[in-house]
């Protein structure tokens, strides 16, 4: 998921790379059914962007899933929680 964030953020002339796009992930494994299975997946970005380029940064955290191979194949199975912070330099 990284990598499509990272692509969407290319995609709107915002680097990221070194160390610009930062990502914690924690999942959440529940046995509803008795059966262990992952049911959640937190995904909390941290970025830096340059002066000016907040708003553009928003919108590509606000609709890359939609493009994101892994989460498009999870879909309906595991729920997604992203949050983010935005640093501009």
Same mark, same amino acid.
């Given at each position: 998921?990284?990598? +499509?964030?990272?692509? @969407?953020?290319? @995609? $709107? ?7 610009? *796009?930062? @990502?914690?992930?924690?999942? +959440? ?9 992952? +049911? ?8 830096? *962007? ?8 928003? $919108? ?9 191979? *892994? ?19």
């Amino acid at each position: 998921m990284v990598g +499509t964030l990272s692509g @969407a953020l290319e @995609a $709107r002339k915002i680097p990221t790379s070194p160390d610009k *796009v930062q @990502a914690k992930v924690q999942g +959440t494994i529940e046995a509803p059914e008795g059966v262990l299975k992952v +049911t959640k997946i937190s995904c909390h970005y941290q970025l830096k *962007v340059p002066d000016g380029k907040q708003a553009a940064a928003e $919108r590509a955290l606000a609709v890359f899933e939609q493009g994101c191979p *892994v989460a498009q194949t999870l879909k309906g199975a595991i729920e997604f929680d992203h949050t983010w912070e935005i640093k501009t330099y």
